[in-house]
């Protein structure tokens, strides 16, 4: 019955909705069109990619149609369709009033507003990584020339297309439907005014369309000097952006949700939906004292950070902090070769991070789709870089959240923008030129100066092997050497098989074009802790208040804990992951569990409390001398401590047996272990 009402609805569907395809040469690639009432519908709905051509799934839903694909990404395009376009394709055409999109199955089709993926829970949530968009506002380039292009000779970022690239990777993102969507730095091409003001404006389509937007500097963004435009011979600075406009343009990408902010940086917490918090962190050294491209953290500012990281598990928070520089090496040498995109002290600040109970870290700043991981203690820690899409392959995130607490991660690509691409077929031919060509000519400058020090003759016969072992580390999942082209392997060999500074640098390169685990495009972390522990053994509780704390669970809303000790059995219901004793407790031994509401249950643990109590005073008596008592016989182990004045000689005077100490000399006294 069930299939015979999916069937007539397809077939009341396919009566209402007249067939409209355009034949590919391909079968498998059809692009299909249909008319659409623009009464039916607003700009913005267009706009933002929330109204496309619709197809039933299985579950007789009308999803967006290039979700069924077989293969392909979804990517919208505000737009008339245009050959170029891939499979997952799909647009409006508001001059023709149609709704397209290319898809691999027959149908049936119609238009109409496309349900937004709405998650019911954290462990539901869809979270979108971009890094490094490098938008460079359409009005800086005044007209080219070899001002213009002098900058590019020293660069690897498709600047020229940047804001047309920009506007195709939004309208891809929007087609993903994400409710989170994290900018890891770099949103300019220096800093410039009308550049940040332009990002504002693309990021405000993605709050249109639902998602909740967080962003953090990357070094090209705040204070730059380079803010300039260009006209022929001729560059002309331009405004650049204080840390205070910062935070003001990009108010309601995270400041204004912000639930702390640090005020020695632009790093705050925020919280896009319950149990989740998005920790922006500031690396960035943009005070005009230190290098401007490399990264570090002040002891104020990693102290504040720290301190969120602590609150967040202490509540029960599942913490994604995010930060323009690594957290970890991507490569064996990295922080040696390339020092300015590791953060300083890393070696410190990741066993520091992974020990705060953080997992991962959403990355960005090399350009590079990359995964690296390290163990530290019982865990792992995660680096998630995440690629320029002004730099081949021009990639995104997108990451689900799984109810079982796994983060499955996958990669996307922009692989068609409407741009003048010369003499390139596609835009896939066009990145690879522009960053071949490019970065070779940079990999030469690089290895001729420090650390490296080669020859001009020597450093253009390395620097082939160097260009591709990075192009392939920007790509992620290197092939290792063995998958590298016949000419990268003949240098490598020769220069292993030279003197020991050769071999040094054919390790280097090695080390680029190999990947090491896990796997930088598409994987899942487990994100889970498993079943909370208590204290292995009896550890004395001897301040007010005792705190037990225990480790978070995924998906738990509130933990019970149950004691068990001289004070009889209590439970405690709270939703954060410590529990601060109530100083009615009576000292003694006690044992304790926490059941989280998953329905797992810990290990039983054990603990005791030995609160010191003060002292009591009585007296004076007939003697005229004063008592000092104490409960001698519950607390084992202490002595009367006696100072005349509180000076650095003190005398002890040891405890005994009765419940006093009958005071002769004039002084202070305190109970000491």
């Known amino acids: 019955m069930k299939q015979l009402r999916k069937s007539l609805l397809a077939a009341a569907w396919c009566l209402l909705a007249p067939l409209a395809v355009w034949a590919q040469s391909s079968p498998a690639r059809n692009v299909v069109s249909r008319p659409f009432d623009p009464a039916q519908t607003t700009l913005v709905q267009l706009e933002s990619g929330a109204y496309g051509l619709l197809a039933l799934d299985a579950n007789s839903n009308l999803v967006n149609a290039v979700t069924l694909n077989t293969g392909g990404n979804a990517q919208f395009v505000f737009g008339p369709y245009v050959s170029a376009y891939p499979l ?3 647009g409006v055409d508001t001059n023709a009033n149609t709704a397209w999109a290319v898809v691999d199955y027959a149908g049936p089709f119609q238009p109409g507003p496309i349900a937004r993926r709405n998650a019911d829970s954290l462990a539901n949530l869809r979270i ?69 003001l332009e990002v504002s404006n ?59 902010q640090d005020t020695n940086s632009l790093a705050y917490v925020a919280e896009p939906a319950p149990g989740l918090w998005i920790l922006g962190m500031d690396a960035c050294q943009y005070d005009g004292n230190a290098d401007p491209v490399a990264g570090s953290f002040s002891p104020e500012r990693l102290n504040w950070i720290t301190n969120q990281m602590v609150l967040g598990q202490a509540q029960g928070k599942v913490v994604f902090p995010m930060m323009h520089h690594n957290i970890l090496e991507h490569f064996p040498g990295q922080a040696t070769y390339f020092p300015q995109y590791v953060v300083a002290d890393y070696q410190v600040i990741a066993p520091l991070f992974a020990s705060l109970g953080v997992k991962t870290v959403f990355t960005g700043h090399f350009h590079a789709q990359d995964v690296a991981q390290a163990q530290f203690g019982g865990g792992l820690l995660y680096d998630i870089e995440t690629g320029s899409t002004v730099t081949r392959p021009c990639p995104y995130r997108i990451l689900d959240l799984q109810p079982d607490g796994q983060l499955v991660i996958r990669s996307h690509l922009i692989t068609g923008i409407n741009y003048n691409l010369g003499s390139a077929p596609d835009f896939t031919t066009y ?55 016949p000419i990268t392997s003949n240098i490598v060999f020769s220069l292993l098989a030279g003197a020991a500074g050769q071999q040094e640098l054919g390790d280097g390169i090695v080390s680029i074009i190999t990947d090491t685990p896990p796997a930088d495009n598409n994987l899942t972390i ?128 040891p405890a005994t047996n009765s419940s006093f100490f009958r005071v002769t000399t004039n002084g202070f006294y305190r109970l000491s272990r």
């Open 431 to 485: 990145e690879f030129n522009f960053l071949t060509n490019g970065l070779l000519n940079l990999t030469k400058v690089m290895l001729e100066e420090p650390p490296f020090d080669l020859s001009v003759s020597t450093a253009a016969y390395v620097a082939p092997a160097a260009t591709e072992a990075l192009m392939d580390h920007y790509v992620g999942d290197e092939p290792g050497l063995m998958g590298a082209s």
């Open 526 to 653: 487990d994100l889970t802790p498993g079943v909370p522990t208590g204290p292995a053994a009896a550890t004395a509780f001897t301040n007010r208040p005792a705190i037990l704390s225990w480790a978070p669970i995924w998906g738990a809303t509130n933990y019970a804990v149950t004691l068990s000790g001289p004070g009889g059995g209590q439970t405690f219901n709270l939703s954060g992951t410590s529990l601060a004793l109530p100083a009615s407790l009576p000292n003694g031994a006690y044992s304790w569990t926490v059941t989280p509401s998953d329905g797992s249950t810990s290990p039983v643990g054990t603990f005791t409390l030995a609160y010191a109590p003060a002292l009591g005073i009585s007296g004076p008596n007939s003697s005229g001398a004063v008592a000092v008592s104490w409960p001698a016989a519950s607390l084992p182990g202490y002595q009367l401590q006696f100072s005349p004045d509180l000076s650095a000689s003190n005398n002890w005077v």
């Open 202 to 260: 693309l990021m405000a389509r993605l709050v249109a369309d639902g998602a909740k937007v967080f962003v953090v500097p990357g070094n090209h963004d705040v204070n730059n000097t380079n803010a300039m435009s260009f006209d022929g011979a001729t560059t002309t600075p331009v405004p650049n952006i204080t840390p205070e406009q910062f935070r003001a343009i990009y108010g309601p990408f995270g400041y204004n949700q912000a639930i702390a």
């Open 128 to 196: 979108a990584i971009l890094s490094d968009i490098h938008i460079m506002a359409t009005n800086l380039l005044i007209s080219d020339g070899p001002a213009f292009q002098a900058y590019l000779a020293g660069d690897r970022k498709m600047l020229g297309p940047s804001s047309t690239i920009g506007h195709a990777v939004f309208d891809a993102v929007i087609a993903q439907q994400p409710d989170v969507v994290v900018f890891t730095g770099d949103l300019t091409k220096d800093g410039e005014l009308v550049s940040h």
């Open 88 to 90: 997952g394709c799909y």
